[in-house]
């Protein structure tokens, strides 16, 4: 066994090798970039380099500060984790030349499997099914737009050298082909330096199933049993499960036999998955992955098996730990994937600090993979993931409870997150009936990423409580520090002069305004809120939580705040409260509606428009990239463009102003000289 590794790679995946690594005692060296000085993995590495810029093509990406970095070190082995470099053979074949084993496949795997194009055409020649499509090398729009036509439509475009669903677009209809081909060869090219593209049948409502499997170097090859991702948002997954539900042994024997003659067929060594899209009675293979995948815990939870230290034992050159007839399904598990990112605002990645953060207790059944801590920045240059949750059971049924509990537990403030999304998913009814296939989202959209309810009686109380407490703090420590701590003017009770002792308080939730009448009274306060009068006493508890006493019912809420803002957990929804202080300066008027802002931050790589441009509504006006993928900026009206902010290649920040658009009757006023009437 090796005695000391480097990993190739950042975030919760870094954390996770290192994670078995240290079981097993071997030492682990991290990377990073000038972004990353201190994260999570470089903390939890027994030691670490720094490899260059933010940028992960100048750091992540470049393998020969990745060599060096491994060499001065002394590490053995190179674990490229996924993603980045680990399906990059020409790394691979670096580490030997270095003399450093590489924890994957053999380079000649990874190429073959690389190419989707040149895999599926591998793969046909194996016996396994595939899609009905082209794969082919020529690459001309006429000649894809005729396939295309051949094929019917709709179909799928995929960039052939890539995967994540970056370079990936489904065409509904001939006349929007051209358009959606130029935006995922645009977005391939970025992603993985290669535009080559394949079209495939679109199948309506399919299911994303796929197999883990193992091979040594002496021959040997089992699968590990399937995992079900069809819930994905941008084509990319979002929970997977194993078992996948609804699999039986006939269907599980067939599509792991076909894993299993994939991986021969390339001469696989280590882990890897196949993926295969389901529907109906038949499965197609779509593409292996060469590596080690997002979703493996699942895989873990169910078999028992830690594939991270099968990897290391195989690059060791041992054989495989278990036979097949040795390995079996044990309950069901359930994955998460916790993002920055707004699910109302078509998942749109966020970027800030993560000013709270706290998970729910890991326990036998609960896994929490990670690579972030309180207080750390979710930038632009790298992905926005938070965490993996993973929740296990005796079937799937107790895996969603468990799940939905620990959702309920997670807590995040700082900015937007898929968390109240990921609630909504887990307590969906044909989520919880396993009616899932890859549109699942979609279908459901106005359910799972809707606005969320307004806040009830109670939850308005939380945040009107935590604030006078916060309030009585700040007046007992001002009175503490002043000349006369017993003046009446350090009071915050309401007191007025023979009237009733009130004060009343305004949150803004939304776009919605909600009132609070406080009286006070000397043990407790009463609280008005929307006609109901509420007796209320509430403390702080040693955890931070609020404990509230409504009208006699007791219970528990997470109250959370950052400035004027109050963020009241409850039942795995978070819901925010902006504290209105009439006595606070006015902020700044918000921008005229003819601004475009930045919904996110981002680099521009395309520009439609110039000044004195006139636009339609809907037309895109430009491009930003942020996380790896594209997000079109479009016209919310007619208009004429009056400015410009940035050009291609400009960083922009969430919220920066990328144009002004003047409505057409404005600029047609201003050409006649102040709108009068021409002569």
């Known amino acids: ?80 984790g996924y993603g980045f ?32 194009s040149a895999a599926k055409a591998l793969m046909g020649r194996a016996g396994v099914p595939l899609v009905p499509g082209y794969h082919g090398a020529e690459q001309g729009e006429v000649q894809l737009a005729a396939e295309a036509a051949a094929i019917g439509y709709p179909v799928l475009i995929k960039a052939s050298a890539g995967g994540g669903g970056k370079g990936m677009r489904i065409v509904e209809r001939e006349a929007d082909f051209a358009a959606a081909l ?34 040594d170097a002496r021959g040997q090859c089992i699968h590990l049993f399937e995992r079900d991702c069809s819930v994905q ?75 991270v230290e099968w990897q290391l034992r195989i690059a060791a050159g041992e054989p495989l730990p278990l036979r097949q007839d040795e ?11 916790i993002y920055a990112e707004d699910p109302a605002r078509d998942f749109l990645p966020a970027t800030g600090r993560l000013q709270h953060l706290r998970a729910p207790a890991e326990s036998a059944e609960i896994r929490v993979e990670t690579g972030v801590r309180a207080g750390d920045a979710i930038g632009i240059h790298y992905d926005p993931m938070i965490a993996k949750l993973v929740a296990h059971g005796v079937d799937r049924a107790a895996a969603l409870r468990r799940l939905q509990a ?24 044909d989520f919880a009936a396993g009616a899932v296939d890859t549109g699942f989202i979609a279908r459901h959209r106005a359910i799972l990423c809707g606005p969320p309810p307004p806040a009830s009686e109670d939850v308005l109380a939380a945040a009107a409580l935590a604030l006078l407490l916060d309030e009585a703090a700040a007046a007992r420590a001002e009175a503490a520090r002043s000349a006369d701590p017993y003046s009446p ?33 000397r043990e407790a306060y009463r609280l008005e809120i929307g006609g109901r009068s509420i007796a209320a006493r509430a403390e702080r508890s040693p955890d931070g939580s609020l404990r509230l006493d409504l009208d006699g019912v007791r219970s528990n809420l997470r109250v959370l705040r950052q400035g004027g803002a109050f963020c009241v957990l409850k039942a795995g929804r ?26 996110m931050s981002g680099r521009i790589i395309q520009v439609f428009a110039a000044a004195g441009n006139a636009v339609r509504r809907g037309q895109p006006l430009l491009v930003i990239e942020a996380m790896k993928m594209e997000h079109t900026i479009s016209a919310p009206a007619d208009g004429i463009v009056e400015r410009i902010g940035y050009a291609v290649g400009d960083l922009v920040e969430e919220g920066a102003e990328l144009l002004a658009l003047a409505p057409h009757d404005a600029a047609a006023k201003e050409a006649a000289g102040g709108g009068g009437d021409r002569p």
């Open 85 to 116: 470099l680990s399906e990059n053979a020409d790394f691979a074949e670096a580490c030997a030349a270095a003399g450093l084993v590489f924890i994957g496949p053999p380079p000649a795997a990874i190429r073959a499997m690389g190419s989707k």
């Open 574 to 599: 978070t819901y925010t409260l902006r504290h209105i202080d009439p006595l606070a300066p006015r902020d700044v008027a918000e921008a005229a509606s003819g601004q475009l802002a930045a919904p």
């Open 182 to 215: 130029a935006a995922a060869k645009r977005e391939a090219r970025s992603a993985f330096g290669d535009d080559t593209v394949l079209i495939e049948k679109y199948l309506t409502r399919p299911r994303h199933i796929e197999m883990q499997v193992f091979a």
């Open 489 to 521: 003017w350090h009071r915050r009770d309401g007191w007025r002069l023979n009237g009733d002792t009130y004060q009343d308080l305004a949150f803004a939730e939304g776009e919605a305004r909600r009132a609070v009448r406080v009286h006070y009274g």
């Open 406 to 429: 620990a959702l309920a537990a997670y807590e995040v403030m700082g900015l937007a997150t898929n968390l109240d999304f990921l609630a909504r998913l887990a307590a969906h009814p």
């Open 233 to 307: 948002r941008r084509h990319q997954k979002v929970v997977e499960e194993a078992p996948a539900p609804g699999m039986d042994p006939e269907r599980r024997r067939a599509m792991g036999a076909a894993a299993v003659a994939a991986a021969r067929a390339v001469g696989y060594v280590g882990a890897g998955t196949v993926e295969f899209i389901a529907e109906g009675g038949q499965f197609f293979f779509m593409e292996m992955n060469t590596r080690l995948q997002v979703e493996h815990p699942v895989t873990e939870m169910v078999t028992g098996i830690d594939l």
């Open 327 to 337: 390995v079996a399904i044990s309950g069901h598990a359930i994955e998460a994937r």
């Open 1 to 80: 066994m090796f005695a000391k590794i480097l990993i190739a790679n950042r975030g919760e995946i870094a954390c996770r090798v290192m994670r078995t690594a240290r079981r097993l005692a071997i030492r682990t060296v991290a990377v990073h970039s000038e972004a990353d000085r201190d994260a999570l993995h470089v903390a939890e590495a027994d030691e670490a380099y720094a490899i260059g810029p933010a940028p992960a093509r100048e750091s992540y990406l470049n393998i020969e500060r990745l060599i060096a970095a491994a060499k001065a070190s002394g590490a053995e082995a190179i674990h490229p």
